[in-house]
């Protein structure tokens, strides 16, 4: 099946700093790749849709200019968490749309453990 | 966001099916019914969708209503690794918006 990666799985950052998580799909090329977030014994909130080559699409309440999103190429798609508090400690999740005619999977990367100090 | 309700947990013995409800009353016409699993710590997993008919795959196989307005997500000799948080979605293939899901418990 199609594989996606995310890096890094785990990261700790300082208030104030900014983290970036990239997103790669291994072995497809996604046009359209989403990012999610995750609390504790929460379920999935998407956050943001990401298309190649554009701006991405951020969901009522999300910050753009928070949670940047750049999807420079079709198998990349990177998260950046700027001036990070500690209530944006989560669990973010990217996953990538297969490109075939009639697919309607989506294919989730591992996850990235946030946790701001 | 999340328009499908499912019962929070469920339990399972091993080796035994598993039948996953879940109503969609308010889904339109052109809307899939998707079906992904997640484990602790873990990305979701695909395990199925459909429309209108009954669908089968190597993991397991979705009951669609004829009204379309529940489907049942059958997981048809539970194991150890099928333990997870099951999530039904209805709407097109992107755009997933996840709801509580169901926990389910395999018990050996």
């Known amino acids: 099946g199609a594989v996606v990666s995310q890096h890094p799985s785990r990261v700790i950052c300082k208030s104030g700093t900014s983290v970036k998580i990239e997103c790669r799909s291994l072995?497809?090329?996604?046009?359209?790749m989403f990012w999610y977030r995750q609390f504790p014994k929460k379920s999935l909130m998407l956050m943001a849709t990401?298309?190649?080559?554009?701006?991405?699409?951020?969901e009522q309440g999300v910050e753009k200019d928070k949670f940047l999103i750049n999807h420079a190429s079709l198998t990349l798609s990177t998260l950046t968490v700027t001036s990070a508090h500690p209530e944006d400690s989560s669990f973010y999740i990217c996953?990538?749309?297969?490109?075939?005619?009639?697919?309607?999977?989506?294919?989730f990367g591992p996850g990235t453990r946030l946790t701001v100090t | 966001d999340a328009k499908t309700t499912q019962p929070n947990s469920m339990e399972s013995n091993e080796e035994e099916p598993v039948h996953l409800p879940c109503n969609h009353s308010?889904?339109?016409?052109?809307?899939?019914i998707h079906w992904y699993r997640q484990l602790p710590s873990q990305g979701p997993e695909y395990v199925i969708h459909?429309?209108?008919s009954n669908v089968n795959n190597r993991m397991a196989s979705l009951a669609i209503a004829e009204d379309r307005k529940s489907s049942t997500l059958i997981l048809h000799r539970a194991t150890l690794r099928d333990a997870a948080v099951y999530y039904c979605?209805?709407?097109?293939?992107?755009?997933?918006?996840f709801g509580t899901g169901t926990r389910l418990t395999v018990i050996p």
């Open positions: 996953s990538a749309s297969y490109p075939r005619q009639g697919s309607y999977e989506q294919y």
């Open positions: 072995d497809f090329q996604a046009t359209t």
């Open positions: 990401s298309n190649e080559g554009s701006k991405a699409t951020y």
């Open positions: 308010t889904i339109s016409g052109t809307d899939y």
């Open positions: 459909g429309l209108t």
């Open positions: 979605i209805q709407g097109g293939a992107n755009n997933l918006f």
